[in-house]
Each structure stands twice: as structure tokens, then as C-alpha cells.
């Protein structure tokens, strides 16, 4: 795995957050029952994510193997690619099941990068010191034939946040995802926006920047509609209006969550930002130890999520709207005008809010 410097000199602009934390997971010797806890909050978290995609299919069947095993007390083993087929229930023919797999398996590389704070998370909150996570290793053969498919156990990187116990009624978020925003931003943010150097003076460019531009636009038309208004036709004067608001509602769309972001560190993402499939968004800006004992404020788009206490059913977070301004709360999908939960970003907990 790269380091920080390394990964800068190469040219990337951007870099993986967990590479300057520097908690390079390690294969960890844990025992069964630590092991089954492991599986346990892992399947526990795939739950969450509603539809199974063929990918977290095949993550959930090998964890959901390697839990039978264990639970039988018989050795882990690794899987060749037409046993994970047939624990998928994918009807293939032995010799396509590599091919099959291979593609499936990038898919889920790229699924499991978007959601390894959130794997990290479950197992923490079950109080455990190391997570599940899905590996592939090549086999000798080389082009992917004979490479073989496990779950391995790895150990949960330190975090700022020890776990808080929590009230009876309460819940406990996950950051279930940390998402890759809509194609045109990817390059600029991919897995984080690090307020530092050009970055830092960019967003403030455009947090200062962009309210003055649209304000020397509107004194502009302002003056334009003042100072000629006996020479300009009614007509000119409805559609300079017209660009005034049109100018006026813009700016508000692209700047206030700028302001919003700075002020509460967390809102719902703006539409813009995302893809169309993805709702239930936050853009947060959150503080990331930089290694050298000092923090920066990392920009990325987030998304929290976590199982209702009252019915089980997966909650969300929205906009607290009218009722709790300026708040972020939890709304289960099943029960959402009943079932609210307060939402804090450090504890990662809620209470009930009805
Ligand atoms: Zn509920």
C-alpha cells in the first residue's frame, strides 16, 4: 500500500483517507467465538443495505459459509469459483465460473471500498477488535484461474470514537457507505476533498468568491434598470428581472449549501452532487488526524444509516426541517412520521424523538 507522499509525488491529486491514518489492517489471530461475532456484524450490515446486489450476494453467501463452518467446528476453507456459484445459487457451467466470478468480484472490490468504514463500524459497536472482510487471493496458475475466495479477519483500525453504550430505545448509525458523487465531480472529490493547500483556497474561492459574483451581477442589473429605466422598453425591464431572479436563485442553490456545511459540518448532500440512484446522502465535512499530530477538514459524501430499535426496519437520515431546525434526524423507511431518532455524528447514536 502506498504512503501519503508517495501516493502525492505520483501526481494523484487525491488519496485514500486510510493510508494517512497509517492503521494498515493486520491479519489478526482471533478465536471462533470472536470470529462468529465477526460474521455475525458483517451479515448484520449487509442487511442494511436493502436490495442485494449480486456482488453482496456473493459476500454474503462466503460469510454466511465460513459461519456454518465454524459454528460446526470444522477448518475454514477457501472456495475455487464454482463453489462460490453454487453457494450463490448461480446457475453457470463450471468452466464460464471463473470468468463469472472475476467480473463479480470487481464489482464487489469497488462495493467494499465504498463501505469498509461502515463494515469497520459494525464490528466495533459489537465490541469487537477485528471485522470480516471478503478476499481474494490469485492462485498460481496467473489470469485469475485457480484463484481462490474467503473471508478473512482483519483488525479494526483505532478510532477517535470509543463506543458509547446505549440507553434502552436508542439506536446505533453506521456510515453504511462512502460514496463515489455523480461522474462530473469524481475527479475533484473521489474518496475525499482534504482542506489543504490549492483545495483549501479553492473552497474558499468559491465560498466568498461565488456570493460576490452574484452580488456584482445583481447591482449591475440593478443599476442597469435604474439609471435607463425612461429609455428601456417595459419588455427589457420583465426580462432583466426575470435573469435578476433567475441569477439570484442560482447562486442561492450553489452557495447556501457552501454556508451550511461550514456552519453545522453535516447536511443532506445536494442533488447535484449525486448520482441519480443514490438518496439519503450527507456531504460532511469532518475533522481527519494528518499524521503529523495536526488535523484537516476532509469534504466527502457520506451516507448514515441504522436499524430502527422499535421495529427493525433500516433508518435514514433527512433534513430536520421545521420541527427540529438545523438537525439531521433519523426516520425509519417502514414507520418515518413515528419511528424519529435524534442523530450525533461523534457518538454515532441517537434517542427516540417521538
Ligand atoms: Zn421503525
Redesign the pocket.
Known sequence: MPTVEETVRDGNILFKINSIVGSQPETFQADENEKLAALEAFLGFLRLQGKETKALRVARVLAEDTRERLNEGKALVAYNSVNVAEMAEHPVAPERATAWLAKIWSNLEERLEERETGIQDVARQAGLSIYAWPRKTLGAGGAGNNSTYDIEFLKLPASDAEPTALAPGSIAYVQDLTLKPAFWLRRLIRTGFALKGWRRIAFLVYGIGGPAVVGTLLVLLWLALTTQSARIPTGDIVTLVFFAAIVGLLGFAFLSPFWRLIDLRIIMAPDLLLSLRERGVQLEASKEPAGDGRHVRVIRLVRYSGR?P????T?HLYDGRREFPGRLVGK?D??PA??VYSFDRFTKTGSPLR
Request: proline share 0%; glycine share 10%.
Open positions: 430502527c422499535k421495529c427493525g426496519e433508518v425509519c417502514e414507520h413515528e419511528h
